[in-house]
């Protein structure tokens, strides 16, 4: 039998990654590090991260010698760009989907809209946070 590759494997990426990132609930980070250990496992980190010196564009000469020669570099760039729109919101999809993209260029305008919006990100919080009271929640525990 063929060597398939890891990434080919995954059928349901929510069981992966069980949260839904949105711009209204705080949980970027721990999506982040969700989809890298995915991606990480799946041996398709370089994906949305590239080695440095390299571009998830055009692969360098390095990256190509690294990769399956039976798997093509951009099937499995939509494949890993496929498990991104199933694990955010419809709204952020959206906003960063464009024609002809990357999975790195998808991440990348996910970074920027929650790495680049930390100070509107944090008065949006606060005043929320402001208008949070307990009596809207069943217990304490909720309200934390």
């Known amino acids: 039998m063929a060597n398939l ?11 992966f990654i069980p949260i839904v990132l949105d711009q209204d609930v705080g949980q970027y980070t721990t999506w982040v590090e969700l989809f890298k250990i995915h991606c990480r496992a799946h041996d398709v980190i370089n994906h949305i991260i590239p080695a440095e010196g390299s571009s998830s564009k055009s692969p360098g000469d390095k990256d190509k010698e690294k990769m399956d020669d039976k798997v093509p570099w951009k099937r499995l760039d939509s494949l890993v760009l496929q498990w991104i729109p199933n694990t955010i919101s419809t709204d952020l999809l959206i906003t960063i989907l464009k024609p002809d993209s990357t999975a790195e260029q998808a991440w990348k305008a ?11 990100r944090a008065l949006y919080l606060e005043n929320w946070f402001s208008n949070v009271r307990l009596e ?5 525990f ?3």
């Open 5 to 15: 590759h890891p990434a080919l494997t995954v059928t349901k990426i929510r069981n």
């Open 110 to 120: 996910l970074e920027n809209i929650f790495i680049d919006s930390k100070p509107s």
């Open 136 to 140: 809207s929640f069943p217990n304490v």
């Open 142 to 144: 909720a309200y934390c």
